[in-house]
């Protein structure tokens, strides 16, 4: 598990697909699509910037007033000081609910936006990402991009509009004064560059650490039985990862540290450039060249002025890391979906399964199946066997379009599978994996998985039919039980036992089976077995088989070996030929003899 997270650091530590302005584009286009509700954030930021810039001027009026002793204009100009202060308060708080608002909109928006697309994507580009780094796309990856693609644009854009309002104010307030304020821009520069390139290594660190961490969970977590089972090991397990816990938290401390020093370095810098206006300033305002009144809003525009400065400064340390995020969010959307483009909307009749001279592999040049071609005629039980790699779960796939073949056609009732509508095509075969799916929900919740207007009574009568009930009486609520994450409080073969039934609700005309019974207890087996020949009768049944004595009794056996169709025919027949299916179920039945 380990490897997995190192190699995906190193992923994200590469070079990005699209260079900035692409993604900031990007940014900006998901931006505009809510520019309604941009249209009300702005006004209300702009406005409650617009009061907070006069604020200081009015304070100006104050002071003068009450330096020259004018009492009815003192009166006049703190009332206006009070209305602004109320009214900078009630637009700080429709553009903070405002801004909260949009930003989780556009985060719920993008993450259905995603899981839809999910469903549509061919199985390839899902296969062949971890299931980690999708969820991570899909839920802290669309947190940044909600929070900085609204609240951070608008706030950047916010702090640029308030250091320019208060430059200006400055400057018509005392050019003199401004020219000293400005020196101290190149030493800001330089404080914050430093500080910025130190942020970059420090979070890189922490990155690396935290998927460390996590990647320690993972694996622990999996093979937790594994792990208890042996002292030694869970003794040595917790000591690794309080070694890994304790360099996260020194990498995150001294991050934290890093950026923390920005605050007293600007307040340095800002305490520096208060003093040099305080006591030039005040000689100013000695020598009668300039109001205290003017000298207190000067003084009042200069905490303007570097206040947004440092949020600018710690926007764009964090804007890499979002662009990154935005760059994996709509890498993902950008995933080809699939192709449906049939005509047919009803699901096929017969069951009839056709292969013809197919040929496919899951990397270009490095072909699985060779000119494969077989057929299985509607209602026949028909196994594939043959070497592991000789491409037996590939032709399901293939079966049921999850994948397209280079050439070659794949028939249904002798239409080509191309012509059927995915969801006709697949509402007429279901497949029962070594591990089933379960969901969330009850065990009855997941037997109408496939069959959603059945009813709890024709899950009885199924569980009758098929001789299933005292497997699923031994669960403390029956079909009510709540099935765990993964179905980890059922056992295999109750699990099994939900897909068996999935297919007598769904009634299907192809059953796909990937030796659904290889890995239950004898009895169990014998009893999923039976329920198994009950299933496959009237319906085209194909069995992916592992274990050669479950299909000694099919209809007729296909061999693969290299991705060819390499033997053909009933089990005595193939046993008498000494060919690839001989060896196979020689060697099976010399270890089951041991």
Same mark, same amino acid.
Request: aromatic share 8%.
């Given at each position: 598990?380990?490897?997995?997270?190192?190699?995906?650091?190193?992923?994200?530590?590469?070079?990005?697909?699209?260079?900035?302005?692409?993604?900031?584009?990007?940014?900006?286009?998901?931006?505009?699509?809510?520019?309604?509700?941009?249209?009300?954030?702005?006004?209300?930021?702009?406005?409650?910037?617009?009061?907070?810039?006069?604020?200081?001027?009015?304070?100006?009026? !104050?002071?003068?007033?009450?330096?020259?002793?004018?009492?009815?204009?003192?009166?006049?100009?703190?009332?206006?000081?009070?209305?602004?202060?109320?009214?900078?308060?009630?637009?700080?708080?429709?553009?903070?609910?405002?801004?909260?608002?949009?930003?989780?909109?556009?985060?719920?928006?993008?993450?259905?936006?995603?899981?839809?697309?999910?469903?549509?994507?061919?199985?390839?580009?899902?296969?062949?990402?971890?299931?980690?780094?999708?969820?991570?796309?899909?839920?802290?990856?669309?947190?940044?991009?909600?929070?900085?693609?609204?609240?951070?644009?608008?706030?950047?854009?916010?702090?640029?509009?308030?250091?320019?309002?208060? =430059?200006?104010?400055?400057?018509?307030?005392?050019?003199?004064?401004?020219?000293?304020?400005?020196?101290?821009?190149?030493? =800001?520069?330089?404080?914050?560059?430093?500080? *910025?390139?130190?942020?970059?290594?420090?979070?890189?660190?922490?990155?690396?650490? *935290?998927?460390?961490?996590?990647?320690?969970?993972?694996?622990?977590?999996?093979?937790?039985?594994?792990?208890?089972?042996?002292?030694?090991?869970?003794?040595?397990?917790?000591?690794?990862?309080?070694?890994?816990?304790?360099?996260?938290?020194?990498?995150?401390?001294?991050?934290?540290? *890093?950026?923390?020093?920005?605050?007293?370095?600007?307040?340095?810098?800002?305490?520096?450039?208060?003093?040099?206006?305080?006591?030039?300033?005040?000689?100013?305002?000695?020598?009668? =060249?300039?109001?205290?009144?003017?000298?207190?809003?000067?003084?009042?525009? #200069?905490?303007?002025?570097?206040?947004?400065?440092?949020?600018? !400064?710690?926007?764009?340390?964090?804007?890499?890391?979002?662009?990154?995020?935005?760059?994996?969010?709509?890498?993902?959307?950008?995933?080809?979906?699939?192709?449906?483009?049939?005509?047919?909307?009803?699901?096929?009749?017969?069951?009839?399964?056709?292969?013809?001279?197919?040929?496919?592999?899951?990397?270009?040049?490095?072909?699985?199946?060779?000119? !494969?071609?077989?057929?299985?005629?509607?209602?026949?039980?028909?196994?594939?066997?043959?070497?592991?790699?000789?491409?037996?779960?590939?032709?399901?796939?293939?079966?049921?379009?999850?994948?397209?073949?280079?050439?070659?056609? *794949?028939?249904?009732?002798?239409?080509?599978?191309?012509?059927?509508?995915?969801?006709?095509?697949?509402?007429?075969?279901?497949?029962?994996?070594?591990?089933?799916?379960?969901?969330?929900?009850?065990?009855?919740?997941?037997?109408?998985?496939?069959?959603?207007?059945?009813?709890?009574?024709?899950?009885?009568?199924?569980?009758?039919?098929?001789?299933?009930?005292?497997?699923?009486?031994?669960?403390?609520?029956?079909?009510?039980?709540?099935?765990?994450?993964?179905?980890?409080?059922?056992?295999?073969?109750?699990?099994?036992?939900?897909?068996?039934?999935?297919?007598?609700?769904?009634?299907?005309?192809? #059953?796909?089976?990937?030796?659904?019974?290889?890995?239950?207890?004898?009895?169990?087996?014998?009893?999923?077995?039976?329920?198994?020949?009950?299933?496959?009768?009237?319906?085209?049944?194909?069995?992916?088989?592992?274990?050669?004595?479950?299909? !000694?009794?099919?209809?007729?056996?296909?061999?693969?070996?290299?991705?060819?169709?390499?033997?053909?025919?009933?089990?005595?027949?193939?046993?008498?030929?000494?060919?690839?299916?001989?060896?196979?179920?020689?060697?099976?039945?010399?270890?089951?003899?041991?």
């Amino acid at each position: 598990m380990g490897w997995r997270f190192h190699r995906l650091l190193a992923e994200e530590e590469a070079e990005r697909r699209y260079p900035d302005r692409v993604l900031i584009a990007k940014l900006l286009k998901l931006a505009l699509s809510y520019r309604l509700y941009f249209i009300a954030l702005a006004v209300a930021t702009l406005a409650r910037i617009g009061l907070n810039v006069l604020n200081p001027y009015v304070v100006k009026f !104050v002071i003068d007033s009450v330096v020259s002793g004018n009492l009815s204009s003192l009166a006049y100009w703190s009332a206006v000081f009070l209305g602004l202060a109320l009214a900078s308060l009630i637009m700080g708080f429709v553009s903070s609910y405002s801004s909260s608002y949009l930003g989780n909109k556009v985060m719920y928006d993008l993450r259905n936006k995603m899981y839809r697309h999910i469903h549509r994507v061919k199985l390839q580009e899902v296969a062949g990402e971890p299931v980690g780094r999708i969820v991570s796309r899909i839920t802290n990856d669309v947190d940044t991009i909600g929070n900085v693609a609204t609240s951070g644009l608008l706030d950047t854009v916010g702090d640029v509009i308030t250091i320019g309002g208060a =430059m200006f104010m400055m400057w018509s307030l005392s050019p003199q004064l401004s020219l000293v304020c400005y020196m101290l821009i190149p030493l =800001m520069v330089l404080v914050n560059v430093f500080v *910025i390139s130190k942020a970059r290594r420090a979070y890189r660190e922490t990155r690396k650490k *935290i998927a460390e961490v996590t990647s320690r969970i993972s694996q622990d977590v999996a093979g937790a039985s594994v792990v208890q089972a042996f002292s030694y090991r869970k003794r040595k397990n917790v000591e690794e990862f309080r070694r890994i816990n304790e360099e996260n938290m020194r990498a995150n401390v001294q991050a934290a540290a *890093i950026t923390s020093s920005m605050s007293p370095l600007m307040a340095i810098i800002q305490a520096i450039g208060s003093a040099i206006i305080l006591v030039y300033g005040g000689n100013l305002v000695l020598q009668g =060249m300039l109001s205290l009144g003017t000298l207190m809003a000067f003084y009042g525009y #200069l905490d303007m002025f570097f206040r947004p400065v440092r949020t600018l !400064v710690m926007f764009f340390t964090t804007l890499q890391s979002t662009l990154a995020a935005t760059e994996r969010v709509f890498t993902f959307l950008e995933w080809e979906p699939e192709r449906d483009e049939g005509e047919i909307e009803e699901p096929p009749k017969l069951g009839e399964v056709e292969f013809r001279n197919v040929t496919f592999g899951y990397k270009e040049g490095v072909p699985v199946l060779k000119n !494969v071609s077989f057929k299985v005629r509607p209602g026949e039980f028909v196994a594939i066997v043959g070497p592991t790699g000789a491409g037996k779960t590939t032709l399901v796939n293939l079966l049921l379009r999850f994948y397209e073949p280079w050439s070659g056609e *794949i028939l249904i009732d002798g239409v080509d599978v191309r012509r059927y509508k995915l969801s006709a095509l697949r509402s007429a075969i279901l497949m029962v994996p070594q591990e089933p799916l379960l969901i969330s929900g009850t065990v009855l919740d997941n037997i109408l998985l496939a069959n959603p207007k059945a009813t709890a009574e024709d899950v009885k009568k199924a569980l009758r039919a098929l001789g299933l009930e005292d497997l699923i009486e031994t669960l403390p609520e029956g079909l009510e039980t709540r099935v765990l994450e993964g179905g980890k409080n059922l056992s295999v073969g109750q699990r099994q036992v939900i897909s068996f039934l999935r297919v007598f609700i769904a009634n299907p005309k192809i #059953l796909v089976l990937d030796e659904a019974t290889s890995s239950v207890d004898p009895y169990t087996e014998a009893k999923l077995q039976a329920a198994l020949e009950k299933l496959a009768r009237s319906r085209t049944t194909i069995v992916i088989a592992h274990r050669l004595q479950t299909v !000694v009794n099919a209809d007729r056996i296909i061999v693969l070996d290299g991705g060819r169709v390499v033997e053909e025919g009933r089990h005595e027949e193939l046993l008498k030929k000494g060919g690839v299916y001989a060896k196979l179920y020689g060697i099976q039945l010399g270890v089951a003899a041991r």
